[in-house]
């Protein structure tokens, strides 16, 4: 186990956390290239089988920052919440967060401390992270971080 983090009692009720990454990614107008039909494709499986779903608090913060249009703010709030489990971080989470975003510093790595915080969220719970975000597979080799393989 990585040093200082710690499974969450209980937590053999594993969810799929899905990163802003993908969010952000499957729900642009105007798609860029075929990774993110493939993507927007993953999540849509995914939201349709019976798999449970988690959205960090942090996720959910950066994927409803931004929009302009309060009704459309309000339409993907409500969808999100009614999509995911919405995983809240603990203070215990942060300092975590902070220790892990150190050591990778340690090994020549420059992550977000949000990635690092998205990592905890899902360490701790023993759930699978979603996301196409470069950060992860590198926090993942020093820590023991599970990535969920999307298979569309």
Same mark, same amino acid.
């Given at each position: 186990?990585?040093?200082?983090? #710690?499974?969450?009692?209980?937590? %053999? @009720?594993?969810?799929?956390?899905?990163?802003?990454?993908?969010?952000? #990614?499957? *729900?642009?107008?105007?798609?860029?290239? =075929?990774?993110? %039909?493939?993507? &927007?494709?993953?999540? &849509?499986?995914?939201?349709? %089988?019976?798999?449970p779903l988690g959205l960090p608090g942090v996720v959910l913060q950066e994927i409803l920052s931004g929009i302009?249009?309060?009704? &459309? *703010?309000?339409?993907?709030?409500?969808?999100?919440?009614?999509? *995911? $489990?919405?995983? =809240?971080?603990?203070? %215990?989470?942060?300092?975590?967060?902070?220790?892990?975003? @150190? $050591?990778?510093?340690?090994?020549?790595? @420059?992550?977000?401390?949000?990635?690092?915080?998205?990592?905890?969220?899902?360490?701790?719970? @023993?759930?699978?992270?979603?996301?196409?975000?470069?950060?992860? =597979?590198?926090?993942?080799r020093h820590a023991p971080l599970k990535m969920y393989q999307a298979t569309a």
């Amino acid at each position: 186990m990585f040093p200082g983090i #710690r499974l969450q009692e209980g937590a %053999s @009720n594993a969810v799929i956390i899905v990163d802003t990454s993908v969010l952000s #990614r499957a *729900f642009r107008r105007r798609r860029s290239g =075929p990774d993110e %039909s493939t993507i &927007q494709r993953a999540l &849509q499986e995914l939201m349709a %089988s019976e798999l449970p779903l988690g959205l960090p608090g942090v996720v959910l913060q950066e994927i409803l920052s931004g929009i302009r249009s309060e009704r &459309q *703010f309000e339409d993907l709030r409500e969808m999100l919440l009614a999509s *995911f $489990t919405i995983l =809240p971080a603990t203070v %215990s989470d942060h300092v975590e967060a902070a220790r892990l975003k @150190n $050591t990778c510093e340690r090994q020549g790595l @420059n992550v977000s401390g949000i990635d690092c915080l998205i990592a905890v969220c899902a360490i701790t719970g @023993n759930h699978e992270l979603l996301a196409v975000d470069d950060d992860f =597979p590198a926090i993942a080799r020093h820590a023991p971080l599970k990535m969920y393989q999307a298979t569309a």
